[in-house]
C-alpha cells in the first residue's frame, strides 16, 4: 500500500522510529537499552582525549586527518554498531551521544584549566574567577536542562477520564489538532507540541535539543539560556586564558633560518608546538573555539525571541496557527485567533 500511494519513504521512517525493520521484524541492539546508554556516553570523552593527544604528539598535516578519522570512527560505531541503525542520522537523537560530546568537551575544558592554565597564568586572577563562575553554572544548568522535566502534559488516568475530555472539547466544538494529541490521546493546552522523539507533549514546547538530550519546555528553558549563555562566556574566558598562557611561552631559537618555513605562525607556533603541554592547551582550546560559532548564534536567537515572548516552535510557524494570529490563504484570520 506504501508503494501504491508513493509514500515508501516515510513509511520506511516510521518504522524505523518505532523501532521495527522494513520486513516488520523489531530490531535488536548490541547491548540492553541502559548499557547501550552508559556506552554511548562514556565513547566521546574517550575519543576526544585521544584526538587532543594526537593533535599534541603529531605534525599538523598528520593529526588533522587522524582527527576526522577519529570522530568518523566514534560516529559510525555509535550509529551502525551500538545502537544498529540503517543510517548514520537514525536514532542519534534519542541517545546520549550529543549530550556526552558536550560532557567530555566541559570535562577536557576543566582539567586544562585546573592542570596547566592556573599554575602557568597567576596574574590573571580576575578572568579566573570569572572562567570558574561561567564553569560552574554551565555545568550547573546543563545537568539541569538534561534532568528536569521539560513540561510533560498529563496523560488521563483512565478511560473514562479520556472519554470524558473527548466529550467536553467535542461539545465546544474544539476537538482538533490544538487542544488534543491523538499521540499521547490527551489534552493539548496552547503552546504545547507533542515531540516524536520522547514521544510526548511538553507544554510551551520550544525545540528538541540533542545536545541537552531533552525537550526543551517551560519547565527548563531557563536552565538552557543560562547554560547556553554561560557556555559562550566561558569559551571566551577560556581562550583569553589560553592565549595568556601561549604569551609566556618561552621562545625556540632558531638553528636554521629555513625551518622558519615550517612554523605556520611563527615564533608563536614554534613555542605552541615545541612542548607536549602547550599543544595539549592549543588542541582543546581550537575545540572550544570551533563550538563557539555556533553557541554564539544559538544564544542570539534564543534571547531574540525570548524578547519577542515566542518559541521556537512558533516562529518556525508563525503563520500555521491561529491562536498564533495565522491567516488562511485567503487572508481572512483563522478562527479563534481573534478570541485569543
Known amino acids: 500500500m506504501a508503494v501504491e500511494l508513493k509514500s515508501s519513504a516515510a513509511f520506511a521512517k516510521a518504522l524505523e522510529e518505532s523501532g521495527f525493520g522494513e520486513d516488520g521484524i523489531r530490531t535488536t541492539t548490541l547491548m540492553n ?103 560552574v553554572l554551565c555545568s550547573y544548568n546543563f545537568f539541569r536542562a538534561v534532568t528536569l522535566d521539560p513540561g510533560t502534559c498529563p496523560k488521563p488516568a483512565s478511560e473514562s477520564e479520556l472519554r470524558t475530555i473527548i466529550e467536553e472539547l467535542a461539545s465546544e466544538g474544539r476537538l482538533n489538532g490544538q487542544t488534543f494529541c491523538i499521540s499521547c490521546m490527551a489534552r493539548k493546552p496552547l503552546r504545547s507540541k507533542h515531540c516524536r522523539i520522547c514521544n510526548k507533549c511538553t507544554a510551551r514546547f520550544d525545540h528538541h535539543c540533542p545536545w541537552v538530550w531533552n525537550c526543551v519546555g517551560v519547565n527548563n528553558h531557563r536552565q538552557f539560556i543560562i547554560f547556553v549563555a554561560s557556555l559562550v562566556a566561558g569559551i571566551c574566558w577560556f581562550d583569553y586564558l589560553s592565549l595568556a598562557y601561549f604569551s609566556q611561552l618561552p621562545r625556540i631559537p632558531l ?86
Open 33 to 135: 537499552q541502559r548499557n547501550t546508554k552508559y556506552s554511548i556516553f562514556a565513547l566521546p570523552p574517550f575519543l576526544l582525549f585521544l584526538v587532543f593527544t594526537t593533535l599534541s604528539i603529531l605534525p599538523w598535516y598528520t593529526a588533522l586527518p587522524l582527527a576526522a578519522a577519529g570522530f568518523f570512527a566514534m560516529h559510525h560505531v555509535v550509529t551502525r554498531v551500538i545502537l544498529n541503525a540503517e543510517t548514520y542520522t537514525d536514532s542519534v537523537a534519542k541517545s546520549p551521544y550529543f549530550a556526552s560530546i558536550i560532557t567530555g568537551s566541559v570535562f577536557w575544558v576543566g582539567e586544562v584549566w585546573l592542570v596547566r592554565l592556573i599554575p602557568n597564568t597567576p596574574g590573571h586572577a580576575l578572568a579566573h574567577l570569572a572562567f570558574a563562575i561561567s564553569f
Open 255 to 340: 638553528i636554521n633560518p629555513k625551518d622558519e618555513a615550517m612554523c605556520l605562525a611563527y615564533p608563536t607556533y614554534c613555542a605552541i608546538s615545541s612542548t607536549t603541554d602547550a599543544s595539549f592547551v592549543f588542541a582543546v582550546a581550537s575545540w572550544a573555539t570551533l563550538q563557539l560559532l555556533w553557541t554564539i548564534l544559538l544564544l542570539a536567537g534564543q534571547l531574540f525571541q525570548v524578547m519577542r515572548q515566542m518559541t521556537t516552535f512558533e516562529v518556525s510557524n508563525l503563520g500555521r496557527f491561529g491562536f498564533m494570529g495565522g491567516c488562511e490563504r485567503d487572508g481572512s484570520i483563522r478562527k479563534g485567533a481573534e478570541s485569543v
